[in-house]
């Protein structure tokens, strides 16, 4: 089982970044898939970005491709998303979550079982 908790949410302009970090605590870090969701106010929680347990392969949704860059350091037990050029429409609570996994990395809610608190990202225009 792991544990997650998020950091570096904030407040921020249009066409700043903010970088998202998620410390994990527990065994076998390198077991899981690791991923990153949102959800905006009455939205559905929405894939962000995901990689692989050696971090080297990693997935982004349309809406941040070029944008966003989804990084681990099984060293740290961290999982960080760096947030560049960001959009009002970024505004949201960012999760981290984990899935025990083989070789890829999922964009599927239903198979991440290890979930954070999240963390509020704010975009003003």
């Known amino acids: 089982q792991v544990q997650l908790v998020e950091s570096g949410g904030g407040l921020v302009q249009a066409g700043g970044s903010l970088r998202l970090s998620c410390e994990a605590s527990?065994?076998?870090?390198?077991?899981?898939?690791m991923g990153w969701f949102r959800q905006a106010p009455g939205k559905e929680r929405e894939f962000v970005a995901a990689?692989?347990?050696?971090?080297?392969?990693?997935g982004s949704a349309d809406s941040v491709k070029g944008r966003f860059t989804i990084s681990r350091d099984n060293a740290k037990n961290t999982v960080n998303l760096q947030m560049n050029s960001l959009k009002p429409e970024d505004t949201a609570v960012y999760y981290c979550?984990?899935?025990?996994?083989?070789?890829?990395?999922?964009?599927?809610?239903?198979?991440?079982?290890?979930w954070g608190q999240g963390t509020q990202v704010t975009v003003s225009s």
């Open positions: 527990g065994r076998s870090f390198s077991s899981y898939a």
């Open positions: 979550a984990g899935a025990r996994a083989g070789s890829f990395y999922y964009i599927d809610i239903k198979q991440y079982a290890y």
């Open positions: 990689i692989s347990r050696s971090g080297g392969t990693t």
